[in-house]
Each structure stands twice: as structure tokens, then as C-alpha cells.
């Protein structure tokens, strides 16, 4: 717990890094809403997995 509280107060939050922006997830999906790529297509262009680009949209739905 000493190790958290002193990461905490340098400015250090636990987790891991989110691997698409949320500008990245807006461009995919506006991509997707335009309906001439598949969601593949699109995770491919972004950098990441179908289904972490899917995981990441799913908010803006």
C-alpha cells in the first residue's frame, strides 16, 4: 500500500495505458457509421484489434 500512496503523490496512477486515443476511437467510428469499411479494416488502420477498437467504441454507441 506504501508503494501506491507514494506512486500516487508523484503523480503516477495504477492501470494500464489505453492503446486508441479518444480521437482515434472518434475517427473509427465515424469510419463505421459511414459504412464503407469493416470494423477489421478500420482496427487494422488504427493499430489494434478488431476487438479493442470494438471494446473502445462501444461508449459512443
Known sequence: MEGLKAGLARGRK???RKKLS????ETGTAMLRAGTIS???I???LGAARTTFKR?????R
Open 22 to 25: 479518444d480521437a482515434d476511437v
Open 56 to 60: 473502445s467504441a462501444r461508449w459512443l
Open 39 to 41: 470494423v477489421a479494416e
Open 43 to 45: 482496427a487494422k488502420r
Open 14 to 16: 495504477g492501470g494500464r
